[in-house]
């Protein structure tokens, strides 16, 4: 089979908003009366990448011994990066770019995250997601809060653009994110924005920026695995 779409992860895909995730987890933690230390950013950094706002919250609330619920500590955090986003959300550097070569192919593109709706929302207000995907994004919410490793999203995306999962590319920035691409059917492009390789091991490629991605080759190929 021969490629015929491109499916975005977000957050660390995209866009970068990891600092903005980053200071509403801290701001989080700290309104609960618990020092921030560097072992506990550290922690944190390793093992929330990738995971959904829900599996955050329930290992921070884990890591932390809160007494607040799960739904509580959503809102609250949701509440911080609201006010966080503001702050400036931006795209990756060489997206747009490599965009517009993804047009030049006539290949579909869609974005398949672990996000909520109100992300995603936001993000579009701030850099008018519709403009690079028209509708074609989809979130948790699309596939019942399922959320990566499951497979489940990347093949909503892919259904929702009328393509089998295996004429799909996927570009992914992290290894719950990787497999769920991979258990998809899809090529998977694995991008270093993180700066750690190791997250991105299991990709079928990696790639640290958008222009080493060679899209002549990989559209050309019958069988790019």
């Not at 995209?14 to 995730?21: L, P, R, S, V």
């Not at 801290?26 to 072992?39: N, Q």
């Not at 909503?156 to 920035?173: F, N, R, S, T, V």
């Not at 719950?176 to 390789?197: D, F, H, S, V, Y």
């Amino acid at each position: 089979m021969s490629i015929k779409a491109i499916i975005f992860d977000m957050d660390g895909t995209i866009i970068d908003t990891e600092h903005i995730w980053k200071k509403a987890t801290e701001a989080l933690i700290v309104s609960k009366g618990v020092a921030y230390t560097p072992e506990l950013h550290e922690e944190l950094s390793r093992r929330l990448h990738g995971m959904s706002m829900s599996k955050c919250i329930k290992l921070i609330k884990d890591i932390v011994q809160l007494d607040d619920s799960v739904e509580d500590l959503i809102k609250e955090k949701n509440i911080l990066a609201d006010a966080l986003f503001s702050e400036g959300v931006r795209f990756i550097e060489g997206f747009e770019t490599f965009h517009t070569l993804v047009q030049q192919k006539n290949l579909k593109m869609a974005i398949a995250t672990n996000a909520g709706d109100n992300t995603i929302t936001l993000v579009d207000q701030a850099l008018d997601l519709k403009r690079f995907f028209g509708e074609h994004m989809y979130g948790i919410s699309s596939v019942n809060y399922v959320c990566k490793p499951d497979p489940a999203i990347y093949v909503h995306a892919a259904q929702k653009l009328g393509i089998d999962p295996q004429e799909c590319i996927a570009i992914e920035d992290s290894a719950r994110g990787i497999e769920a691409a991979k258990n998809a059917g899809m090529l998977c492009i694995g991008i270093n924005t993180a700066q750690n390789k190791q997250l991105l091991e299991s990709a079928h490629h990696i790639i640290d920026f958008y222009h080493e991605i060679d899209l002549h080759t990989l559209t050309s190929k019958k069988h790019p695995f």
